[in-house]
C-alpha cells in the first residue's frame, strides 16, 4: 500500500499519514482517485485502478478561467479539486447536499449545495458545532454553507447542503484556501 500511498500524493489525492494501513484517509483518497479517473469508487485498489495509477487522466479544471488559487466542487462526481498556480494541488472525495427535506435541532430545509460562483468569505479554525453538527475547519463561500472536515464522507451525497471533506485534508484546504479566494459550484453533464 505504500506505493499506492506515495503515487496518489504525488498526484495530487492526500493519503493522510504514511503507513501501510488501508485505513479511512487511503480509501478515501483512492475513491477521490478512481472518480476522477471515471472509474467506480469501490473499497480497493481493483485491476483497472492499478492501470490508471500508471496512466492517470490528466485532471481538467470545471473553470479554465478561474483564479490560479481557487476550489472548484464537482457535484456530479462528488469531487473537490483545490488549484494552486494553476495545478491541482489538492484533490478529494466529498459528500455535498441530499437534496431532500430535512429538520434538525429545529432548524429546516432542503439540503441543496447550491451552485455558482462564489467567494471565500469566512473561516473558522479547529472545530466549532452548529444546529447542524460539528466540523473541523471550515471555509464558509455562500452564507452558511462551506466545506469542513467532518468524520462521516460516504460516498454519496449525506450533508444538509455544506461540503463534508475527509478529516485529513480539512486542515491543508484551510491553509490554501483565504478570504477572498474564488469557490466554483458546478453539477457537469
Known amino acids: 500500500m505504500e506505493k499506492v500511498q506515495s503515487r496518489l500524493d504525488r498526484l495530487g489525492f492526500k493519503t493522510g499519514p504514511p503507513g501501510s494501513e ?17 472509474l467506480p469508487a469501490v473499497d480497493r485498489v481493483d485491476p483497472p485502478t492499478w492501470q490508471a495509477l500508471s496512466h492517470p487522466e490528466r485532471v481538467r479544471p470545471l473553470v ?8 472548484e466542487i464537482d457535484l456530479r462526481r462528488q469531487l473537490l479539486t483545490a488549484w494552486k498556480d494553476g ?22 430545509g432542503v439540503a441543496v449545495t447550491p451552485t455558482g460562483d462564489f467567494r471565500a ?9 452548529g444546529p447542524l453538527g460539528d466540523q473541523f475547519y471550515t471555509v464558509y463561500f455562500n452564507g452558511g454553507i462551506g466545506f469542513h472536515g467532518s468524520e462521516r464522507v460516504p460516498r454519496h451525497p449525506a450533508s444538509h447542503g455544506c461540503i463534508r471533506v475527509p478529516l485529513h485534508n480539512a486542515r491543508p484546504l484551510f491553509d490554501m484556501i483565504q478570504t477572498g479566494h474564488q469557490v466554483y459550484v458546478r453539477r457537469p453533464a
Not at 121 to 129: E, L, Q, V
Request: proline share 7%.
Open 87 to 108: 495545478r491541482p494541488a489538492l484533490i478529494t472525495h466529498i459528500s455535498t447536499g441530499t437534496g431532500k427535506p430535512y429538520c434538525k435541532n429545529g432548524h429546516c
Open 22 to 38: 488501508y485505513g479511512p484517509a487511503l480509501r478515501m483518497a483512492v475513491w477521490a482517485f478512481q472518480k476522477a479517473n471515471g
Open 64 to 71: 479554465p478561467s478561474g483564479g490560479s488559487v481557487r476550489v
Open 121 to 129: 468569505w469566512w473561516r473558522t479554525a479547529g472545530w466549532t458545532s
